[in-house]
């Protein structure tokens, strides 16, 4: 089996923020806003974070709040 495939690295790169959230909620959050476009920014504040998305079929945002644990 030949396959012709580009080797994309992807650079080491130190974030000054972590998020801790479920796995699945993530997948949701992804899922949905691919329906309007390919990218998705992801934002994060002091009071949370949030994933925008600007597509062919319109603009999608969704924010979650910061909540103690």
């Known amino acids: ?5 580009e080797y994309l ?3 080491d790169t130190e974030y000054s923020v972590v998020v801790t959230m479920p796995s699945h909620k ?6 949905d ?8 920014t992801i934002i994060c504040t002091k009071s949370g974070i949030q994933f925008d998305i ?3 079929m319109g603009n ?3 924010k ?3 909540s103690a644990t």
Not at 1 to 5: F, G, I, K, R
Not at 33 to 40: K, S
Request: with cysteine.
């Open 26 to 31: 993530f997948q949701r959050i992804c899922r």
């Open 1 to 5: 089996m030949n396959l012709d495939s």
């Open 9 to 11: 690295g992807i650079p």
């Open 60 to 62: 999608g945002s969704i």
């Open 33 to 40: 806003l691919a329906q309007i476009g390919d990218t998705i």
């Open 64 to 66: 979650l709040s910061q």
């Open 54 to 56: 600007n597509g062919d």
